[in-house]
């Protein structure tokens, strides 16, 4: 399994971005996608996670400006970010677990200038 994370960049405060994140390889049509963050000197942050039938679960601070969804036949999970913040500035990871095991991305950086 491959995961090929997309989209990050530069954006003012404010400012919306798209990440991407395909899947590609053995995926088994029942699995679980999601979105974290690693901000420099920081843990790895949970964003969301959205299932192979569209529920998802985000953590209190992520609600409101982030966005999970699907899109089962290209094998891709998308994060909409909205009202950027530069604290929002952090390498975006992509997962994907199946069959007990987790996968992840390479990670897209993205950077908030205020």
């Known amino acids: 399994v491959q995961l090929q994370a997309s989209g990050g960049g530069l954006v003012q405060a404010g400012g919306s971005l798209r990440l991407s994140c395909a899947a590609s390889?053995?995926?088994?049509?029942?699995?679980?996608m999601g979105w974290y963050r690693q901000a420099p000197g920081k843990q790895r942050e949970f964003i969301a996670t959205?299932?192979?039938?569209?529920?998802?679960i985000y953590p209190d601070s992520m609600k409101g400006r982030f966005t999970i969804s699907r899109d089962n036949a290209k094998k891709t999970v998308y994060l909409q970010m909205n009202s950027l913040k530069p604290e929002d500035t952090a390498v975006y990871y992509c997962?994907?677990?199946?069959?007990?095991?987790?996968?992840w991305g390479q990670g897209t950086q993205v950077t908030v200038s205020s």
């Open positions: 997962d994907l677990r199946q069959n007990g095991r987790q996968y």
């Open positions: 959205i299932s192979s039938v569209g529920s998802t």
């Open positions: 390889g053995n995926i088994f049509s029942i699995n679980d």
